[in-house]
């Protein structure tokens, strides 16, 4: 499989500043910010799934977008994985009728736009010779991280997370792991913050680090715009068994 980073920067301000989402071949979106829209119209085209790790904006953006843009030029719905808790805030707060139409019902409910698909940690779904199944996480509102498995290796993706045992213990689970991407948020003099908002900062990213028993590519996302360079260089100060660098937008990933 391949990964392209659509975007992977905690905020917006700049031309390389798009939020949350990852292109995995040519059909699969792992969340849905606001990277999307530099797809072309025939790329969007050929999403057919979109797994979300939780309800934030930065994560959600461009699904309303999307399947407004390709909602008619389809044969199938556009499919959104996500935890039951997830799918549930997305009905109530964005697929509303008053934030955005209820593309479930759009044309009719026989024949919709978009579908959700519940997910539960562990459980894996299968799209031809690939898997993606849903890692617990720890942040402010229902979320997960995510396991792609290409059938000859696997990468993991964190989501929003602060340290979190479970998927520490997800992650070493896992073999012939050669990618994780794990967010980094707030520097170490935010950690107050980091804490109450569920991210991590570098010294909780080495603790978290320093458990995993594998050694995969450690990439960096979710990123204050402001603050980045300074998040990376307390990151480099750190000692642990895993190297770590910064992820970009345009990067490819394969596994």
Known sequence: MKLKVLGCSGGIGGRKARTTAFLADEDILIDCGTGVGDLEFE?????DHIFVSHAHLD???????????????????????????????????????LIWPDFTAIPDRNRPFLRFQPVRVGEPVRLGGRTVTALPAQHTVPAVGYCLDSGAGKLVYSGDTAYSAELVAAINALPELRHLIVETAFPDEQRGLALASRHLCPSMLAAMLDEI????????????????????????????????????????LEF
């Not at 790329?43 to 999403?47: A, G, K, Y």
């Open 59 to 97: 994560h959600i953006a461009s699904i309303p977008l999307l399947v407004d843009s390709v909602g008619e030029m389809r044969h199938v719905p556009l499919t959104v994985y996500a935890t039951a808790e997830t799918i549930r805030i997305l009905r109530s707060h964005i697929f509303n009728w």
């Open 213 to 252: 028993e594998g050694n995969p590519r450690v990439h960096i996302t979710h990123l204050k715009p402001g603050v980045s360079e300074r998040i990376l260089a307390q990151i480099a100060a750190q000692s642990h068994h895993l190297s770590a660098c910064a992820l970009e937008q345009g990067q490819v």
């Open 43 to 47: 790329e969007l085209l050929r999403i």
